[in-house]
């Protein structure tokens, strides 16, 4: 628990996105309102992420709790954002950076951030696939941008974030 404070923390720091943690009796899940990556289609847009770090219910025998950080969060869009299907869980073990370039892919030494830097860059990501993404290369620039712009009405149900409150 120490150990996600820290990172809570530190994405806490980011310019780029929010967090909040809805229900304060548990804060192994997050909401993450990300700001889309410079000079892409979605610039404009805010894309709601939730982060569930607890393991599911069929697992919990097993680890006796918590997984994180021995496997990645759960990971799902709430918000349409014509890169990830909505509300479904997202492959996050490839989700780094380098993992892309090099091979490297999750390991518990993965931040929080890394993860989401790399879901950030993976909404234009023309040839990305996998669980949760939908093929970007499909769409055309004119839709990720209306995509962008929708993307700020969004309120979140649970957390109550107003994206069009947020990075004003």
């Not at 669980?131 to 969004?154: C, H, L, R, T, W």
Request: charged share 20%.
């Amino acid at each position: 628990m120490k150990a996600l404070g820290q990172q809570f923390r530190e994405v806490s720091k980011l310019d780029w996105c929010k967090v909040f943690i809805p229900d304060k009796t548990n804060a192994f899940v997050w909401h993450v309102a990300v700001k889309g990556p410079e000079d892409t289609p979605y610039k404009e847009g805010i894309y709601h992420m939730v982060l569930d770090f607890r393991p599911p219910a069929r697992m919990h025998y097993r680890t006796g709790g918590n997984m994180y950080p021995e496997q990645p969060p759960y990971m799902f869009c709430m918000n349409h954002s014509g890169s990830f299907i909505t509300n479904k869980t997202l492959c996050v073990k490839g989700a780094t950076m380098e993992g892309e370039v090099t091979g490297h892919y999750y390991t518990p030494g993965t931040t929080v951030e890394a993860i989401l830097t790399a879901m950030r860059m993976y909404l234009d990501s023309p040839d990305r696939s996998g669980v949760g993404f939908m093929q970007a290369s499909q769409m055309n620039p004119q839709d990720k941008e209306k995509y962008a712009q929708e993307s700020k009405k969004y309120v979140c149900p649970i957390c109550k974030a107003n994206h069009a409150e947020l990075f004003k």
